[in-house]
């Protein structure tokens, strides 16, 4: 076969593809969620970061949100907690995604706000509430 002047034997020519890590790797050229973000720029890479850690904040958000739901029994709580759930388990799977790059700063940034999350609206709000006993209106 003869493709621009160049004999290539009878086989194809395969395009220019970005080699996917699959293993953990340190360093700040990574393909987090989307083609081609966040790139070389080091900002664009730590704003990556700092977006994985308070998507990882939020889904801890929305399940001490869903618990607090579970208090009443009539339907539009019912729809409530299922759109929670719904929007939770969403953004769960884009961490998971992230994660998915094998950018341990990635990892290790999923893994805080997941963690500094679980801390604060599962142990420091819930102790808060049961020593005050008092109800809080919105999550």
């Not at 939020?58 to 001490?64: D, N, S």
């Amino acid at each position: 076969m003869i493709h621009g002047g160049n004999i290539t034997m009878g086989m194809p020519r395969r395009k220019k593809m970005m080699m996917m890590h699959m293993t953990f790797y340190w360093g700040k050229d990574a393909l987090i969620l989307f083609k081609g973000w966040p790139g070389t720029n080091t900002g664009m890479y730590a704003l990556a970061l700092v977006f994985v850690f308070f998507l990882a904040l939020l889904v801890e958000w929305l399940a001490h949100c869903n618990l607090k739901m579970t208090k009443s029994d009539d339907a539009s709580s019912g729809l409530a907690q299922t759109l929670v759930y719904t929007l939770r388990v969403g953004l769960a799977f884009m961490v998971m995604l992230a994660i998915m790059s094998f950018n341990v700063g990635v990892f290790l940034a999923a893994v805080s706000g997941h963690a500094l999350g679980f801390f604060f609206f599962r142990v420091i709000v819930k102790s808060s509430n049961n020593s005050t006993d008092a109800v809080s209106g919105a999550c």
